[in-house]
């Protein structure tokens, strides 16, 4: 019964693994889209918003299966970097508009007052809105992270042994379900709980006085 | 919104393109294999006593040891690729893999975009009732007036569909499937579902663990013999995995093995 555990356990490893890929991939590129969508020329931002309306649009295990089966031929990638790079690409939508919102909320009047001093768009863009904005997306980025956890139970489906795979066999093998999937629904828990949590404390300590 | 449009139809066309470059021919599949000095077989490792994990994970089975034989026959090591049984031929396909052995029934439909190996078992079907089931199954079309239940991707759904959902005879709603068959079987047990049809050796297997349920018809039906799947026209490779199998049915090993894990 101890074995039992630990197989589950021991699945939650590749579950954050594939959560801290994706994670800090999908953020780079929504960063990107969410800049180039808000700062870029009109061109740029019809691409940008097309891209987060297609990937907002497909089903997370879609995309997952169609990089993993379809472009297999022209990149051949493992499960689990075709996983973790899939749900990437996918958060990378909901990411953007995370943080374009956050953009949004910092406001224009910010980037004037920085330009006025002298600084270039991308200095402003460094120096004064980003600290700002990425400060204000904490918390809904939190909700992200939450959601990309638990998204990174579908990799199973390639065939990456991580938590709910683990699970499903050894519901096959004892015909406990209850205690298999229980143990799962557990240990996606406490991860999401823990990092939320960890989220929540970042936030409140890099709050700016000016944002109450 | 004309822009997204064209955007959409180029990343589609793209996609297609890349699809269509694939699957670059290699000189010799099992040469490379043996260069390699591994074989990757992928399997479902759900299906208990095909193939199943034990409690600290190690894969067992009578598919599993069926195939280390066969690997060490061919004296190459054996990689297990875990996958859900859904995604396994698409995996042989793409060359993600270089086999799979999950209790694969030989189907045409099937057979146009992998090859199988030769059988090496012969299955039956089964339908499973739970206990306390009155009506009577005497042939298998009078499971048509119950709620059926069966497995995505099998050839028992197969069957079904195409013999009683086909003509009517069972109503479309009826029919419910299932990832997989110890799923089903809960089901059945807990009354969702009136009868399961599934492989017999399983179905004897999961009545014993599960209890409160009892086999009321077996024969072939859609089962038949099982088969290794293999990629498409890999003739070498075929050839060699059939010469091990004829072999293993000669010196009674897949008898053996079929006692230990299916007698009752």
Redesign the interface.
Known sequence: ?G??FS?IV?GAAITLAVTLIALPFGLALGLLMALVHTYGGK?LN??A??YS??LRGVPPIVLLF?L???????VNLS?FWAGSFSLGIVSSAYQMEILRGALLAVGGGQMTAARAIGMSRLQSIQHIILPQALRLAIPPWSNEVSIVLKDSSLV????V?EIL??A????????Q?FLAYGTAALIYFVLVFASNRALDHLSERTKLPTHS | MK??VV??SL?IAL?LL???????ATASHLESIKQAGVIKV?TS????PFE??????NKVGFDIELMTEIARRLDVKLEW????F??LI??VQ???IDASISAFNYTEERDQTIDFSDAYYTSEDAFTVAEGFTGPIINPEDVAVYKVGVQTGTTQADWLTDTLVADGALPEENLFLYD?V??AM?DLKNGRVEVMMSDYVPAQA?VK??GGLEIVYHGVLSSGPINIVLPNEDVELQQAVNTIIKQMQGEGFIEQLAVKYFAE
């Open positions: 019964m074995n039992f197989y021991q061109f019809r691409i918003a097309a309306l297609l169609i993993y089966f379809v472009l297999s031929g022209t499960p199973y489906a390639l065939g042994p795979r683990r499903q066999q050894l519901s096959a093998t004892t015909q379900p | 822009r997204i955007f959409v990343v996609s890349m699809a269509g470059c694939g699957g670059a992928g490792a759900d299906y208990p199943s994990v034990d409690s600290s994970g690729v875990d996958m859900p859904d995604s698409a995996a793409e060359g993600k997989r110890d799923q809960l999961l663990q599960i």
